[in-house]
């Protein structure tokens, strides 16, 4: 099925340790967008690429990076992981100014 | 800075009775609004949208009030069910004023809906 895919669903880090969360969607959106929701929290915007070739920070981007590697795939980065980048990790896309897709998340527990 | 929060963290309510979550926004410059639900393990599901210039807009069992006037939106479930229960957030997207558009897409807080049966 058409959709935004996220890998892996769970993950757990240790302090200092790197890792890249993968995204992939396949509906042939130009817009792509990485969010972390916290317990009991809305999503916060963390980078986005508005287009291939393309990123930008959003409201919460300390401590990553992302890569929009072609039009399919925008991956995130975390260098040096610290507990309080323990959340939930979500990747959309996004057709016009409306349409948005959401992945099923990534689980991340950082000790 | 622009904000969009709910009214009530957590509603609790019996199968088959009216649900009404509530949403407040602080950006005049908002243009669309959303309503997503998200279940337990998932990410945020699609349910309803109002684009600023209407007033109401229904869907199946579903019908989003917006006013202007107190920025203020709201989301009614008829005839609730279990399957219903999960988290709805509200969420909005500013006009942009300067041409494309990515879409900043701003969350609420969210409303967690428990349906007994």
């Known amino acids: 099925n058409a959709g935004v895919t996220q890998t892996p669903k769970f993950q757990v880090l240790k302090t200092g340790q790197s890792m890249t969360l993968q995204c992939a969607q396949d509906m042939n959106h130009n817009s792509m967008y990485w969010y972390r929701q916290d317990p009991g929290m809305g999503l916060r915007l963390i980078y986005y690429?508005?287009?291939?070739?393309?990123?930008d920070k959003g409201e919460v981007p300390n401590g990553y990076n992302v890569s929009r590697l072609n039009k399919r795939e925008f991956s995130l980065r975390l260098e040096s992981a610290a507990p309080s980048q323990t959340s939930v990790y979500f990747c959309a896309s996004r057709t016009g100014h409306y349409g948005y897709t959401f992945g099923s998340g990534t689980r991340l527990t950082v000790v | 800075g622009e904000s969009v929060g709910l009214h009530l963290p957590t509603l609790s309510v019996q199968e088959g009775d009216n649900s009404i979550i509530n949403c407040a926004y602080s950006?005049?410059?908002?243009?669309?609004f959303i309503w997503y639900k998200q279940e337990s393990g998932k990410g945020p599901q699609f349910i309803i949208d109002?684009?600023?210039?209407?007033d109401k807009r229904q869907g199946q069992r579903v019908t989003v009030l917006l006013n202007k006037t107190v920025k203020h939106l709201s989301l009614q479930i008829a005839a609730t069910q279990p399957g219903d229960s999960a988290v709805y957030f509200c969420?909005?997207?500013?006009?942009?004023?300067?041409?494309?558009?990515?879409?900043?897409?701003?969350f609420g807080q969210g409303t967690i809906l428990t349906v007994h049966p």
């Open positions: 950006n005049s410059a908002s243009d669309y």
């Open positions: 969420a909005e997207i500013s006009a942009n004023a300067g041409g494309t558009s990515y879409g900043k897409l701003t």
């Open positions: 690429s508005a287009s291939e070739g393309t990123t």
């Open positions: 109002i684009r600023s210039n209407m």
